[in-house]
């Protein structure tokens, strides 16, 4: 994969991560994905089989999972006009800044895919989460010991708890009532992760 290809797009300018590796700059969930990019001016560019990572103002696009900067392509994002990702059900980005790969991330991802995804109210609420959470998530990462990236790491461990209890559970009716408490606890976990993002990235702004 060339830079060359999304030169359009490509950051112009120094950012707060300036100074950190690629492989550590925004978000990712260290799994491959099939990304298209169409930028402002109607060029659309297909990778597949890449790895991506979400800043606040950028894409990282590379077949490298260590994202070497002369294999990387970068897209800023007010040069886009649209931009697919396929395998959704992985992009669970506040859950991995705040708490990192593991077992609480599995089965998060697994109660997207099997309980919120095929229904139309899950499915809405999915395709909100993933059009905000990137620049939500790439803030808590810098500050690990917010209290606000604490709070959304305790309640995302809730989450996890009660995804697992809801897989072995055997009734029905237990299965839907953990359902709809982990959904609740989910709206309520972004929405905190949306308060402190904007409290931090306003602190930070002010510094």
Do not use: W
């Not at 905000?132 to 803030?139: D, G, L, R, V, Y």
């Not at 809730?158 to 559970?169: F, H, I, K, P, T």
Request: aromatic share 6%.
């Amino acid at each position: 994969m060339s830079t060359d290809e999304g030169s359009e797009a490509e950051a112009d300018a120094e950012s707060d991560d300036s100074e950190r590796p690629l492989s550590e700059v925004g978000v990712g969930d260290g799994r491959e994905k099939h990304i298209t990019v169409v930028t402002a001016s109607g060029k659309e560019f297909d990778h597949g089989e890449v790895y991506v990572r979400h800043s606040e103002t950028e894409y990282l696009v590379c077949d490298d999972p260590d994202f070497p900067p002369a294999d990387t392509t970068r897209y800023r994002k007010t040069d886009l006009n649209r931009v697919e990702i396929s395998q959704h059900h992985s992009n669970c980005f506040i859950t991995t800044a705040s708490a990192g790969e593991g077992p609480t991330l599995d089965s998060l991802r697994g109660f997207r895919t099997d309980v919120m995804a095929p229904t139309r109210a899950g499915s809405a609420l999915l395709r909100v989460y993933e059009a905000i959470s990137p620049p939500i998530a790439a803030t808590l990462d810098r500050h690990p010991e917010a209290t606000a990236t604490r709070l959304v790491r305790r309640l995302v461990d809730r989450c996890g708890s009660l995804a697992d209890q809801r897989n072995v559970a055997s009734r029905d009716l237990e299965r839907a009532g953990l359902s709809v408490a982990l959904i609740g606890l989910y709206v309520l976990g972004v929405a905190v992760a949306a308060f402190g993002h904007a409290y931090l990235r306003g602190r930070e702004l002010l510094s």
